[in-house]
């Protein structure tokens, strides 16, 4: 099951900026930004010091402001950084924000 995410269309720039200030949240964005595949990755994969409602927290924050998607598969959830997407939106904002 996939997670609804916003269209890029409704994404608010300050609501992704507000979503990126969290360095929690920026640190899993650059993680998944440098991952030059794309490739889905485990939402346990992250090393996130917080505890899981927290997790659960961070997650729909970023799903909310419409960096990611995410998806549930049984025992497992996965997220991946919908970056092509974004960059037709918000043109090198990603990448700014990396430092790239």
């Known amino acids: 099951m996939e997670f ?17 200030a969290d360095p929690h949240r920026r640190r899993v ?4 930004l440098e991952d030059t595949s794309g490739a889905e990755r485990a939402c346990s994969s992250f090393d996130l010091p917080v505890s899981k409602s927290t997790r659960t927290h961070h997650w729909r924050a970023l799903r909310e402001a419409g960096l990611i998607r995410q998806r549930d598969a049984g025992n497992g959830t996965y997220v991946r950084l919908r970056l092509d997407e974004f960059d037709a939106r918000f043109p090198g904002l990603l ?3 990396a430092g790239l």
């Open 29 to 32: 964005v650059l993680e998944l």
């Open 4 to 20: 609804t995410v916003p269209d890029l269309a409704e994404v608010d720039l300050d609501r992704v900026l507000k979503s990126l």
């Open 95 to 97: 990448s700014t924000i």
